[in-house]
């Protein structure tokens, strides 16, 4: 048997372990920026050295609780949460697009014939698991953005090249997020501690910035309901 998890909106992972176990405190939401990578037994910051009892008594409606020799799991709010066979986890990812995480031979390829065949706007392109799978709000906002590409542009209108590059920019944010345990979307330059981990409204370019002026061109940012959820562009630049 597998655990099929999705999310959502308001689903979240918890950790938390000895000094071996490192990992961020949460993924999902809320996702905060700049954690620490090492947590005592109730998930709060603590140097290596630790000592470690187990995990703590769970916490509102925990869903799914995970437990090693070394640290813990807590699932709450996923919208999806299975223990499902491999036959049903292989035709759950027979639905989904290429992942930019793998990247594998031939992604990039799929990901453009299935971006370019639709006349759905490209925002909600971005977010639909048959056409790209895994890239959430803050990424579609903020690849858009750095690749000056108009949110409600129809998949279908654009050219092989702008796609390449939406797959590659995604490649690449994901990655780094990845790596660094946070998203952060903004050069250092743009930083003005200097410091990612001590980042305050600096992280991205449009994500959540409606009504600021652009860091790219001074235009005010935009926010829209799009596919019930809200989209961040720059009308300046994303035109």
Not at 37 to 62: C, K
Not at 149 to 167: C, F, Q, Y
Not at 194 to 204: I, K, P, T
Request: proline residues 5%; aromatic residues 8%.
């Amino acid at each position: 048997m597998l655990l099929h998890v999705h999310l959502g909106l308001y689903g979240a992972w918890s950790f938390g372990g000895d000094e071996s176990f490192t990992g961020a405190s949460s993924i999902g939401a809320p996702r905060r920026i700049g954690e620490r990578e090492t947590f005592s037994q109730d998930g709060s910051a603590e140097s290596p050295g630790s000592s470690y009892a187990g995990p703590p008594e769970p916490v509102g409606a925990v869903r799914v609780r995970l437990v090693s020799a070394n640290g813990w799991a807590d699932l709450r709010g996923a919208t999806t949460c299975a223990a499902i066979t491999e036959a049903e986890a292989a035709a759950v990812l027979a639905r989904l697009g290429p992942d930019p995480l793998h990247n594998r031979p031939g992604d990039r390829e799929e990901f453009i014939r299935r971006l370019l065949r639709r006349k759905t706007a490209v925002g909600l392109l971005l977010m639909d698991q048959s056409v790209v799978a895994g890239i959430g709000n803050i990424y579609r906002a903020e690849v858009l953005f750095r690749q000056r590409v108009d949110p409600w542009t129809p998949g279908s209108s654009l050219n092989i090249e702008t796609a390449g590059r939406l797959w590659d920019d995604t490649v690449a944010a994901m990655s780094d997020g990845v790596r660094d345990g946070r998203i952060v979307t903004t050069p250092s330059a743009l930083w003005s501690g200097g410091n990612a981990g001590a980042l305050d409204g600096e992280a991205h370019f449009v994500y959540k910035r409606q009504g600021q002026p652009c860091r790219r061109c001074g235009d005010v940012v935009g926010m829209a309901e799009i596919g019930a959820r809200k989209l961040y562009w720059c009308p300046g630049c994303q035109n």
